[in-house]
């Protein structure tokens, strides 16, 4: 298994819409192991494959406190959403910013598992919010996209600060 490298807002590699998985083989499975450890290093509890510039429908999550609860998602699409909450969000890519977003509070959704067996599922609470937050990555949209443009803005502005300061840094070294 390998950490991956997690893209970083506003890259505009995280705006690719990922390709549909054609095939569920040793190599796919394989990525999905390299992005358990990668999201459970960063820590996260979701990571979309389009977040380690792989554009390809894939995410897993794991909202479990003792990491005892992984899902790989290929290919998934919400079929139904209800309700409505709102949660504090943060990203893998959009590292230490939390904001408030608006999303479903319940979703059903199929998917492909990693055995390539088509399945179905409902998702409730904080496993559908990190199931929509994904999903979204997949279709080239980020949670910095709820919010107003000014405030998008003032992130991007500080992000992009802050990886200029750590390329300096690396250089000085």
């Known amino acids: 298994m390998a950490k ?12 690719t819409k990922a390709a549909r998985v054609e095939s569920v083989d040793d190599t796919l499975n394989a ?7 990668t999201m459970y290093e960063a820590p996260g509890i979701g990571l979309a494959a ?4 792989v554009h390809k429908r894939l ?28 949660t504090e969000e943060g990203c893998l890519s959009v590292p230490g910013y939390y904001e ?3 999303r479903a509070e319940h979703i059903r959704l199929r998917y492909v598992d990693r055995n390539g067996d088509e399945a179905e599922m ?26 107003s443009e000014a405030k998008r803005q003032r992130i991007r502005k500080r992000l992009v600060k802050d990886k200029r300061q750590r390329t300096a840094e690396a250089v000085t070294l």
């Open 50 to 53: 389009t977040q380690v510039d």
């Open 122 to 147: 409902e998702a409730v609470g904080l496993l559908a919010v990190c199931i929509q937050h994904e999903i979204d990555h997949l279709d080239g949209k980020l949670f910095v996209d709820y919010l």
């Open 100 to 102: 408030e977003v608006e």
């Open 4 to 15: 991956l490298r997690i893209l970083e807002f506003p890259d505009p590699r995280l705006r």
């Open 59 to 86: 995410l897993v999550t794991d909202v479990s406190a003792d990491k005892s609860e992984p899902l790989a998602l290929i290919n998934p699409v919400i079929l139904e959403k209800d309700g409505v909450t709102v």
């Open 31 to 37: 990525l999905i192991d390299d992005l358990f450890e």
